[in-house]
C-alpha cells in the first residue's frame, strides 16, 4: 500500500528562480497532485501607473520585468498611439524591432542557461550565459544598461543607430552566431539534457488549447499563435519572422523552440538592420493624449502580452492593466507536473519561463 | 560529449574572460547611463525633468535668486528621461558608474546644479532668460535683435517687441 506524501517548495526555495509556493502530493517517487500559490513578489504597480503620468510610465513599465523589459513599454506605447492616433515613421518601427529581437535572444538564452543548471550541467550554463554576454554588451553600447533599455517613446524611439553602430551590432552578432550553433547542438544531442528533458513535462495538444497558453510553452506542443505571425505589428508584417513549431510537448522541445528562436532573432536583427529606411526616430516628444480606450498586444520572449489602456483626456492614465503570458502559461503545470519526478519540478516549472514578478506585480 | 570537449578546451587556452577591475581596465561604454552632468548656462530651470523622472529623484527648489537643481542618486533608475525629454539638451548622462556610497553620505550624494536669475536691464525684474540652444529650436536665424531680445524680461520683450510694430 502506497503512502502519499505531501511536501511544500518554495515559495524561497534554491531550486526555484522566482517565488511561488508549490504544494507536492507525492507517492514513492512520483508526483500525485500539485497544487500553486503565488502572491508573494505583489508590488501595486498597476495602482502606480495612475498616478504616474505617460512619461513616467514608460520606465514604470519597464521595471515590472527584467527579462522582458523592452516589451511592456513597447505595448503600453502602442496603446497610447492607438488612442492619440499616432503612426511612428518606418525608421521607429524598425529600431523599435531591433531593440526587442535583442531582448528575446537575451531573455531566451538565460532561460536555456537556467535549464543547463537545472539539469546540473553547470559548464554547460555558464558557457552559455558567456555566449549571452555578447547580447550584454550590444545592449549596454547602443542603449546604455544591461536590462532597462529604456529605448521606446510616444511616437518612436529614444535612440537612433548610426553606420558606426550598426556595424558593432553586425560584428557582435557574426561572434554570436558560431557560439549559439556550438551551444545549441549541445542542448540537442547532449546524453544528460536530453535524458532531464525527453519525455519529461508533456503537455499535450489538446491541453495547450484548452488552457490557452502562449509563446514558447504553446508553440513546443504544435499551437501557432506567434503574436508577430499572427497580428503583425510594428514592422514584422514586413520582416515576417519563421513559424517555429515542436510537435511533442514537453520540456526538450520547448528548449528547441527557444534556440531556434534565438536563430531566428538574430536573422531579423540582421534583416531589419540591412532594410533600416531613413527618417526621423520620433515624431513629437510630448503628444496630446485624448480620452479614449485602447487594447494592444506584443509577443514578449515569454508569450502574449495585452495592454489595456483608458485615458480621460488628463496626463494620467485613467486605468491601466496588463495581462502576462505566464498568468496564462502557470495554469499548464498542473498538466505537466502530476506523473514526473520529484526532482524534475523545478525543470518543468522553468520550462515555462516563469515570470513571477510581471504576473503579480 | 565531444562538442563540449571542444569547448572546455578553447576555453582554457583562451584563459580568464573577467575583467581585473578595478586594478585593471574594464568594457565602458561610451553610451553607457551613468551620473547626470548639468550645464547650469543651458538650463532654463524649466522643470520638465521633474515632471518625467519617474522616481521623483530630480528637485527644482528657488533659493532667494537661485533655482537649485538637485539629483538624488539613491532613488534615480539612470533611465535617461530627463535627457531625452529636456528640451534644451542641458542634462547629459555621463558614463560614470560609480554609485557605491557609504550610508553617512547617503544624503550628501547628489549632483546640484544651480541656475541664477538675471536682472532685466530695462525694468530690473528678476528673471530666467532663455538660453541660446532653446532659441536655435524655435528660430532657424538668429539675428542680433533676438539676442537683443533675450535679454529683456517677459513684460520689456512684449512691450520692445510691440513697439518694434509701430517705430
Known amino acids: ?361 | 560529449m565531444s562538442g563540449f570537449l571542444k569547448i572546455a578546451i578553447r576555453n582554457l587556452l583562451k584563459g580568464p574572460v573577467t575583467d581585473p577591475y578595478p586594478f585593471g581596465k574594464t568594457f565602458i561604454p561610451e553610451k553607457l547611463r551613468g551620473k547626470l552632468k548639468v550645464d547650469a548656462s543651458i538650463c532654463t530651470a524649466c522643470g520638465t525633468c521633474q515632471e518625467v523622472c519617474p522616481s521623483g529623484a530630480i528637485y527644482i527648489k528657488k533659493e532667494n535668486d537661485v533655482y537649485v537643481h538637485t539629483t538624488w542618486y539613491n532613488t534615480c533608475c539612470f533611465c535617461g528621461n530627463c535627457e531625452f525629454f529636456c528640451p534644451t539638451g542641458a542634462i547629459k548622462l555621463t558614463n560614470d558608474f560609480h554609485t557605491a556610497n557609504t550610508k553617512e553620505e547617503k544624503f550628501k550624494f547628489v549632483t546640484i546644479a544651480a541656475i541664477s536669475e538675471k536682472e532685466c536691464p530695462v525694468c530690473g525684474n528678476k528673471f530666467v532668460p532663455a538660453t541660446l540652444p532653446l532659441i536655435e529650436k524655435s528660430y532657424p536665424h538668429i539675428n542680433d535683435e533676438i539676442k537683443n531680445l533675450m535679454k529683456l524680461c517677459p513684460e520689456c520683450r512684449k512691450k520692445a517687441a510691440f513697439e518694434r510694430l509701430y517705430q
Open chain 1, 1 to 361: 500500500m502506497s503512502k502519499i506524501t505531501k511536501i511544500p517548495i518554495g515559495p524561497f526555495h534554491i531550486g526555484l528562480e522566482e517565488p511561488i509556493y508549490f504544494k507536492i502530493d507525492i507517492e514513492g517517487e512520483s508526483v500525485k497532485n500539485v497544487d500553486m500559490i503565488n502572491g508573494f513578489v505583489h508590488r501595486g504597480i498597476e495602482y502606480l501607473a495612475m498616478q504616474k503620468n505617460f512619461f513616467q510610465n514608460l520606465i514604470l513599465t519597464e521595471r515590472v520585468c527584467s527579462l522582458c523589459s523592452n516589451n511592456h513599454p513597447f505595448t503600453y506605447v502602442m496603446a497610447v498611439e492607438k488612442i492619440a492616433n499616432i503612426k511612428p515613421t518606418k525608421r521607429a518601427l524598425y529600431l523599435r524591432v531591433v531593440a526587442d529581437e535583442v531582448k528575446r535572444v537575451a531573455s531566451h538564452m538565460f532561460n536555456l542557461s537556467m535549464l543547463a543548471h537545472l539539469v546540473g550541467f553547470h559548464t554547460l550554463m555558464t558557457q552559455t550565459m558567456e555566449a549571452r554576454e555578447i547580447v550584454q554588451d550590444i545592449k549596454e553600447s547602443i542603449w546604455g544598461n544591461r536590462m532597462d533599455m529604456s529605448a521606446n517613446t510616444l511616437t518612436g524611439v529614444k535612440y537612433d543607430v548610426d553606420k558606426e553602430q550598426i556595424d558593432y551590432i553586425l560584428k557582435r552578432l557574426k561572434e554570436l552566431e558560431p557560439q549559439v550553433d556550438e551551444i545549441m547542438d549541445v542542448y540537442f544531442n547532449n546524453k544528460i539534457v536530453k535524458a532531464r528533458t525527453k519525455g519529461v513535462g508533456v503537455l499535450p495538444y489538446e491541453d495547450a488549447l484548452r488552457l490557452g497558453v502562449t509563446g514558447p510553452t504553446a508553440r513546443g506542443s504544435g499551437v501557432m499563435n506567434d503574436v508577430r505571425i499572427k497580428a503583425p505589428y510594428a514592422a514584422y508584417d514586413e520582416l515576417k519572422p519563421k513559424i517555429i513549431i515542436e510537435k511533442d510537448g514537453d520540456v526538450y522541445s520547448r528548449t528547441k523552440v527557444r534556440w531556434r528562436e534565438v536563430k531566428d532573432s538574430i536573422r531579423l536583427i540582421r534583416l531589419a538592420l540591412k532594410n533600416l529606411p531613413q527618417g526621423k526616430v520620433v515624431l513629437q516628444k510630448r503628444p496630446h493624449i485624448p480620452a479614449g480606450e485602447a487594447v494592444s498586444r506584443s509577443e514578449a520572449p515569454r508569450g502574449e502580452l495585452i495592454y489595456y489602456l483608458k485615458t480621460n483626456g488628463l496626463q494620467k492614465p485613467e486605468r491601466m492593466r496588463w495581462r502576462v503570458p505566464t498568468y496564462m502559461n502557470w495554469e499548464s503545470l498542473r498538466v505537466m507536473i502530476p506523473g514526473n519526478k520529484l526532482t524534475d519540478v523545478a525543470v518543468i516549472f522553468n520550462s515555462i519561463d516563469p515570470c513571477i514578478s510581471c504576473t503579480e506585480r
